[in-house]
């Protein structure tokens, strides 16, 4: 059974920064493009980056420059460093793994969702 786990969400003033991890368990992470969505109050959810087998990244326009995908294929760990917050980065973030070993638009990455993690709730405070 394949389990997908967001952590490090927090508060954090305007400008700061958040680390957010993602564990995964039970696929073999190192085959898998990975990405981060999020769910502003309110609004849809929406992609947010992803990254592919191969760690090249696609970002959304909104979060370029200030957020930075990663992965630890040894710990299966996904990342989403996130610098220069800002009010409107406030919501809900979650991590999924996706279908095949690419993404190469994040905007579009929830079409290949193939396992959903809970989410970890980030609130930026001005």
């Known amino acids: 059974q394949v389990q997908v786990v967001a952590s490090g969400g927090g508060l954090v003033q305007v400008g700061g920064s958040l680390r957010l991890s993602c564990t995964t368990s039970?696929?073999?992470?190192?085959?898998?493009?990975m990405a981060w969505f999020r769910r502003a109050p309110g609004k849809e959810r929406e992609g947010v980056s992803c990254?592919?087998?191969?760690?090249?990244?696609s970002y959304v326009d909104d979060v370029k420059g200030r957020f930075n995908i990663s992965r630890d294929n040894d710990k299966r760990i996904l990342y989403l460093q996130m610098d220069r917050l800002k009010p409107e980065d406030t919501a809900m973030y979650y991590c999924?793994?996706?279908?095949?070993?690419?993404?190469?638009?994040?905007?579009?990455?929830?079409?290949?969702?193939?396992?959903w993690g809970q989410g970890t709730q980030v609130t930026v405070s001005s």
């Open positions: 990254i592919s087998r191969g760690s090249s990244a």
């Open positions: 999924a793994t996706l279908a095949g070993a690419l993404c190469f638009d994040a905007a579009t990455a929830h079409r290949y969702v193939r396992n």
């Open positions: 039970g696929l073999t992470f190192e085959n898998y493009a």
